[in-house]
């Protein structure tokens, strides 16, 4: 949870300088759209992070079965 927290606020920080320079004067409840797209962007983020560790361990075990395996 710690980590999509992180992930949330940098991607609300993203989000909001982008919207700043691009968005500004388009949209006019601009925090509503910002946080949106930052939890949809966080949400994602999380995902692949989480989605790499478990590739991770699994390459590990792979490893120490070929390796018992050999032996």
Known sequence: MKEF???LLVCIV???I???FFF???VENIWVL?????????VLITILIKQD???EELEKKM???LSNKQD
């Open 5 to 7: 927290i992180g992930t």
């Open 14 to 16: 993203i989000c909001w």
């Open 18 to 20: 982008f919207a700043f």
């Open 24 to 26: 500004g004067l388009i």
């Open 34 to 42: 910002i946080i949106f797209i930052a939890l949809v962007l966080a």
């Open 53 to 55: 560790a478990r590739i």
């Open 63 to 65: 490893e120490a079965l």
